[in-house]
């Protein structure tokens, strides 16, 4: 039965915890991947194995991988889910540097890792995906055809962060890529089960 309650508005202030809050849920889960040599998909993914080759810092990368995604964003979203995707990337890429500074993994378990890095990553896209916000790239095509196609954004992304993680075989080993692709399908079953098209009424 459809629900007959009235839709209310997201605040600034609700819009900005949830900004702050789902991205620091994805630092963590992005760190615990790492921490595990476990790779991911979406421009997450592409600054992972960007930073395997370069060197160069996730947080840095990871901003500088989504600045062409904006474009898209700006003409097929809108002016403010650009703005907020803007400010999440920034946050999320704020995040992944300053982590390090405040905590440090000796050793994990990758099968851990790789279950609460993707239940961690997944939670943090579920609470910015409600807010009409997201990380850029992929979340940004993902996100547009589910509004205008009604697929499922969950699982149009579990296909292409399958894609991208069998990518990274030329420098990830096989039993990582393998742990990886379980922790990329709990992030996007995680989406697929709870960010479904008209459940969710507040804008």
């Given at each position: 039965?459809q629900?007959t309650l009235?839709v209310?508005q ?6 900005a915890?949830a900004l702050?809050?789902?991205?620091l849920?994805?630092?963590l889960?992005?760190?615990l991947?790492?921490?595990?040599n476990?790779i991911t998909g ?13 060197g160069?810092s996730?947080?840095?990368?990871f ?6 995604f904006y474009?898209?964003?700006y ?5 403010v889910?650009?703005l ?7 946050l999320l890429?704020?995040?992944s540097e300053l982590?390090p500074?405040?905590?440090k993994i ?10 609460m890095g993707?239940?961690?990553a997944?939670?943090?896209l579920?609470?910015?995906?409600r807010h009409?916000a997201s ?5 940004v ?6 509004e205008r ?10 296909t292409?962060?399958?894609?991208i993680v069998?990518?990274s075989l030329?420098?990830?080993p096989?039993?990582r890529?393998a742990?990886?692709l379980l922790?990329?399908?709990v992030?996007n079953?995680?989406?697929a089960?709870?960010?479904v098209?008209?459940r969710?009424g507040?804008?």
């Amino acid at each position: 039965m459809q629900s007959t309650l009235p839709v209310s508005q997201h605040s600034l202030f609700d819009d900005a915890q949830a900004l702050v809050t789902g991205t620091l849920l994805i630092s963590l889960g992005v760190n615990l991947l790492g921490t595990a040599n476990l790779i991911t998909g979406g421009t997450v993914g592409i600054a992972i194995l960007l930073k395997y080759f370069t060197g160069v810092s996730f947080g840095k990368l990871f901003f500088l991988v989504n600045l062409p995604f904006y474009i898209l964003a700006y003409k097929k979203m809108g002016r403010v889910f650009t703005l907020k995707t803007f400010l999440s990337v920034g946050l999320l890429s704020a995040w992944s540097e300053l982590l390090p500074l405040v905590f440090k993994i000796g050793a994990v378990n990758p099968f851990y890792s790789a279950v609460m890095g993707g239940l961690l990553a997944g939670v943090g896209l579920l609470i910015l995906f409600r807010h009409r916000a997201s990380l850029g790239g992929v979340n940004v095509l993902v996100l547009f055809l589910q509004e205008r196609m009604g697929w499922r954004a969950g699982y149009m992304q579990l296909t292409i962060d399958g894609a991208i993680v069998l990518l990274s075989l030329a420098i990830v080993p096989l039993d990582r890529i393998a742990i990886s692709l379980l922790g990329a399908a709990v992030l996007n079953l995680t989406l697929a089960i709870n960010h479904v098209p008209g459940r969710y009424g507040a804008a």
